[in-house]
């Protein structure tokens, strides 16, 4: 099983800071997805990234994919209050020739107006 | 809403009891998923269907727990004789595509057992 380790578990920051979350894994993926959950919702897809070394935007948020595709960074400019939630990472397998997604435990944010 | 949608919402439930949550994809999407998901974790996955196919179990996946996805459109889990460690947040997914492929999640079944 390849695991996807995210740090920090918990950040709590200002509103107007900036903040960078990491995905890291001992495996090479064949790509890396980002989703953010809610409380009390299903998490949903922020981006994709695919090749080693790609750089995604995404309004404030900027996603890069390490070189050796083993690891991923989301890094937000002047947070705000809507950008709290549960931010997670996940990595294709292939369980019985089926494909699934495996998540790491996520990386909690909140950000305090 | 064409979204992914799962019901109920939450349940709550005595130990010992069977509970059982249904989950109705997109309806293009041939691939659905249940993961599992308990505080402070991030979702496990539990089981995966393509068409009514089931081709993957976890280990989670106690022989308690079931799933069927007749007719390859909406599943159902059922969890029988509930035990407090099943109190977790069922998530239903589905898509189109593998390999790169976007999962849609639903918003969850919350089960509470007492």
């Known amino acids: 099983t390849q695991l996807l380790e995210q740090s920090p578990q918990f950040l709590s920051i200002q509103e107007g800071e900036n903040l960078t979350v990491y995905c890291n894994s001992s495996?090479?993926?064949?790509?890396l997805q980002w989703y953010r959950q809610e409380p009390g919702e299903g998490p949903v897809l922020l981006v994709t990234?695919?090749?080693g070394g790609e750089v995604k935007k995404l309004k404030r948020l900027t996603f890069q994919f390490g070189d050796a595709r083993k690891d991923s960074s989301l890094h937000i400019t002047a947070a705000q209050p809507g950008d709290t939630g549960l931010y997670l990472c996940?990595?294709?397998?292939w369980g019985a020739g089926s494909y699934q997604l495996t998540f790491g435990k996520g990386t909690k944010l909140s950000v305090i107006p | 809403d064409t979204g992914v949608s799962q019901n109920p919402r939450h349940k709550i439930t005595k130990r010992g009891q069977n509970v059982t949550f249904r989950c109705d994809p997109i309806?293009?999407?041939?691939?659905l998923y249940w993961y599992r998901q308990t505080l402070g974790q991030g979702p496990e996955f539990l089981t995966y269907?393509?068409?009514?196919?089931?081709?993957?179990k976890s280990r989670l996946l106690s022989d308690r727990f079931s799933a069927e996805r007749p007719k390859g459109s909406f599943s159902t889990l059922e969890i029988q004789r509930t035990e407090q460690g099943d109190s977790a947040m069922y998530l239903c997914?589905?898509?189109?595509?593998?390999?790169?492929?976007?999962?849609?999640f639903g918003e969850g079944s919350r089960l509470t057992v007492l």
């Open positions: 495996s090479v993926f064949s790509s």
């Open positions: 996940a990595g294709p397998s």
């Open positions: 269907f393509q068409n009514e196919a089931q081709l993957e």
């Open positions: 309806s293009e999407h041939n691939r």
């Open positions: 990234v695919v090749t």
């Open positions: 997914a589905s898509s189109i595509r593998a390999n790169t492929g976007e999962l849609f």
